[in-house]
């Protein structure tokens, strides 16, 4: 099976400041038939369901604040928050896809708090 | 804009079947791919399965022996069947639009939580 593992599992960060998480695939998510990494971010909050930020990779949802930014490549990405608001506390998820056979992997979650 | 809503029990007996039903508004059912996914109190996501338009299914390699996915196209609606039920799932059951492209889970029901318990 394939393994997402996110570190660290829980962060503080001072409001202003940057954030950074990191996710590492047991496997490489890097498809090549198009030459795109299928990982994921999610958001969430207490009693919500997760919210789309990002996938592949780097490509921002529609409405998500550019504040949030996502990068990596094959095994190891990267959540960045360039400049923490009191709004942005949650637990982050990565997801990636695999193809053979399909299947939708979850990292373990990394809880962002304020400092 | 996509919309989904869960609606089922929220208390299923041990060896039990549970069944959840997913509505969809706001986008069409050959738009996306349907699916379930599952978190247990206090801790993460895991996904289940999912539902094409056409009925084809496709389920975690780990997780598919139990779950059944269908698709109502007319009422708009999917649905999940879990069969033999334990307290091991115990969670938030959540549906899910998941795009045909990115292979992301973009549009998110509320969740619904289902124990179970005698």
């Known amino acids: 099976d394939i393994v997402m593992t996110q570190s660290p599992d829980s962060l503080a960060v001072s409001l202003g400041e940057r954030a950074t998480i990191n996710c590492k695939s047991s496997?490489?998510?890097?498809?090549?038939?198009?030459?795109?990494?299928?990982l994921a971010w999610y958001q969430q909050k207490p009693g919500q369901p997760p919210k789309l930020l990002i996938y592949?990779?780097?490509i921002r949802e529609s409405g998500v604040p550019d504040r949030f930014s996502g990068s990596g490549s094959g095994t190891d990405f990267t959540l960045t928050i360039s400049s923490l608001q009191a709004e942005d506390v949650a637990v982050y998820y990565c997801?990636?896809?695999?193809?053979?056979?399909?299947?939708?992997?979850f990292g373990q979650g990394t809880k962002l708090e304020i400092k | 804009q996509v919309q989904l809503q869960e609606s089922g029990p929220g208390l299923v007996k041990p060896s039990e079947t549970l069944s959840l039903t997913c509505s969809v508004s706001?986008?069409?059912?050959?738009?996306?791919?349907w699916s379930w996914i599952r978190q247990p109190p206090g801790k993460g996501l895991e996904w289940i399965g999912y539902?094409?338009?056409?009925?084809?299914?496709t389920y975690s390699p780990s997780l598919r022996s139990r779950f059944t996915i269908s698709v109502d196209t007319s009422k708009k609606q999917f649905s999940l069947m879990l069969s033999s039920v334990t307290a091991a799932d115990t969670a938030v059951y959540f549906c899910?639009?998941?795009?045909?492209?990115?292979?992301?889970?973009?549009?998110w029901g509320q969740g619904i939580l289902v124990t179970v318990s005698s």
């Open positions: 496997q490489n998510v890097l498809s090549t038939s198009n030459n795109k990494n299928y």
């Open positions: 592949w990779t780097s």
């Open positions: 706001g986008g069409s059912m050959n738009s996306h791919y």
């Open positions: 997801q990636q896809y695999d193809n053979t056979p399909p299947r939708y992997t």
């Open positions: 899910a639009s998941l795009a045909t492209a990115d292979m992301s889970f973009d549009h």
């Open positions: 539902v094409f338009y056409s009925g084809s299914t």
